[in-house]
């Protein structure tokens, strides 16, 4: 009978020497990890998230949504007064909540933002977290209670850059990102319209407009101009995007209302509510900047 022959070199027979090998190895990768550890600042590690992964449902919320209300010189007092009143109606309205209620996650942050000229622009009711009528009427109050500014030009430049620097640093993740602009007139101050519009749909923001046209029958300006056609060609942009125009005090409530469920619920209003490009010459979006 053969009897296995142990090496006088090694003192060991092959499964030993290759178990021993193992457990060396074992030792080396386990030393290597504790080196590791120690090189990680104090603190860092219990503060690490658990599997690598820093989600928080507390911040996620169905849209960020960036109300930016035009204030510049064209606004008389009392058309401020009528658009104040418009977005404090529609956000406190049936229509909105329900809107809000049925969202897949049931909540919206929403942040009121009034603006006029380069560097002219005005937080008057910061990031809050809307998921109820009594969170929305907070809100509300916030717009109906601050007082009324009014700046002498207008651009629309400066209020996109800072809409979507508000988008990168509030708190939320927003399955989507919107910028509701309102205004009366062309961008004429603070760099070219539309690359702030481009940039801001870089960010994976969408931009939708409420070119307001209540003017248009008594300036000949305004009239010419087509505000519609300016936004649809130069300010607006992003998946989904469209624009609803308001040439009356009268729809301007009901158009708000309207802009504001669709942006929550994440739809795309009919071909009728938005006037396309087709037919006509486009804007020359650099004219007035």
Same mark, same amino acid.
């Given at each position: 009978?053969?009897?296995?022959?142990?090496?006088?070199?090694?003192?060991?027979?092959?499964?030993?020497?290759?178990?021993?090998?193992?457990?060396?190895?074992?030792?080396?990768?386990?030393?290597?990890?504790?080196?590791?550890?120690?090189?990680?600042?104090?603190?860092?590690?219990?503060?690490?998230?658990?599997?690598?992964?820093? =989600?928080?449902?507390?911040?996620?919320?169905?849209?960020?949504?960036?109300?930016?209300?035009?204030?510049?010189?064209?606004?008389?007092?009392?058309?401020?007064?009528?658009?104040?009143?418009?977005?404090?109606?529609?956000?406190?309205?049936?229509?909105?909540?329900?809107?809000?209620?049925?969202?897949?996650?049931?909540?919206?942050?929403?942040?009121?933002?009034?603006?006029?000229?380069?560097?002219?622009?005005?937080?008057?009711?910061?990031?809050?977290?809307?998921?109820?009528?009594?969170?929305?009427?907070?809100?509300?109050?916030?717009?109906?209670?601050?007082?009324?500014?009014?700046?002498?030009?207008?651009?629309?430049?400066?209020?996109?850059?800072?809409?979507?620097?508000?988008?990168?640093?509030?708190?939320?993740?927003?399955?989507?990102?919107?910028?509701?602009?309102?205004?009366?007139?062309?961008?004429?101050?603070?760099?070219?319209?539309?690359?702030?519009?481009?940039?801001?749909?870089?960010?994976?923001?969408?931009?939708?407009?409420?070119?307001?046209?209540?003017?248009?029958?008594?300036?000949?300006?305004?009239?010419?101009?087509?505000?519609?056609?300016? =936004?649809?060609?130069?300010?607006?942009?992003?998946?989904?995007?469209?624009?609803?125009?308001?040439?009356?005090?009268?729809?301007?409530?009901?158009?708000?209302?309207?802009?504001?469920?669709?942006?929550?619920?994440?739809?795309?209003?009919?071909?009728?509510?938005?006037?396309?490009?087709?037919?006509?010459?486009?804007?020359?979006?650099?004219?007035?900047?």
């Amino acid at each position: 009978m053969c009897v296995p022959r142990l090496s006088l070199t090694a003192g060991h027979s092959l499964p030993d020497r290759v178990a021993r090998l193992s457990l060396s190895l074992v030792g080396w990768l386990f030393s290597l990890a504790l080196v590791g550890l120690s090189s990680v600042p104090a603190g860092a590690a219990g503060n690490a998230p658990l599997l690598g992964y820093g =989600y928080d449902p507390d911040r996620e919320v169905d849209v960020e949504l960036v109300l930016a209300v035009d204030i510049s010189q064209s606004m008389d007092r009392e058309e401020q007064e009528v658009q104040r009143a418009g977005y404090v109606a529609a956000l406190t309205s049936p229509q909105v909540i329900d809107a809000i209620r049925y969202g897949p996650t049931g909540r919206i942050a929403v942040t009121y933002m009034e603006w006029g000229g380069a560097g002219e622009q005005f937080i008057v009711a910061d990031w809050s977290l809307i998921t109820d009528a009594p969170s929305a009427a907070a809100f509300a109050a916030k717009i109906a209670e601050a007082p009324l500014r009014q700046r002498q030009r207008t651009s629309i430049a400066s209020a996109l850059s800072q809409a979507t620097a508000m988008v990168a640093a509030n708190r939320f993740e927003g399955l989507r990102k919107v910028i509701d602009i309102s205004g009366d007139g062309p961008n004429n101050q603070g760099g070219k319209v539309a690359l702030f519009r481009d940039q801001a749909i870089a960010a994976g923001i969408t931009i939708n407009g409420l070119p307001l046209m209540m003017k248009s029958e008594r300036d000949a300006w305004q009239s010419m101009l087509n505000v519609d056609a300016y =936004y649809e060609d130069c300010v607006i942009g992003g998946p989904g995007h469209f624009f609803i125009p308001v040439r009356s005090r009268e729809q301007f409530a009901d158009a708000i209302r309207m802009k504001l469920v669709l942006e929550i619920a994440g739809l795309t209003p009919e071909t009728g509510l938005v006037h396309r490009a087709s037919g006509r010459k486009p804007v020359n979006c650099g004219l007035y900047d």
